[in-house]
Nanobody, 115 residues
């Protein structure tokens, strides 16, 4: 099983980025997907979650109204659209898949928000 994130980079405050996570090696459509992030010196925090069919989403208060999680089960991918980015959004962003006791992590993609 593998999760590969992409789309990170350097962006100015107020800008936008779209992160992607491509899954392989497991039945992606059955898994709940989450995006986490970890800033330097801080614990990893949950950013957004989407259920297997995409019918339910939830967000951390710090990103609500600015980030949108979505998925394409036909393409085995989950996305995180980030807008109105702030310097405090700077972190390594990870995608995470869970189904019961099974859990997989990606390697992460760096997002840096700076002028």
């Amino acid at each position: 099983a593998q999760l590969v994130e992409s789309g990170g980079g350097l962006v100015q405050p107020g800008g936008s980025l779209r992160l992607s996570c491509a899954a392989s090696g497991f039945t992606f459509s059955a898994y709940t997907m989450r995006w986490y992030r970890q800033a330097p010196g801080k614990e990893r925090e949950l950013v957004a979650v989407i259920t297997s069919a995409g019918g339910i989403t939830n967000y951390a208060d710090s990103v609500k109204g600015r980030f949108t999680i979505s998925r394409d089960n036909a393409k085995n991918s989950v996305f995180l659209q980030m807008s109105s980015l702030k310097p405090e959004d700077t972190a390594v962003y990870y995608c995470h898949a869970t189904l019961g006791p099974r859990a997989y992590w990606g390697q992460g993609t760096q997002v840096t928000v700076s002028s």
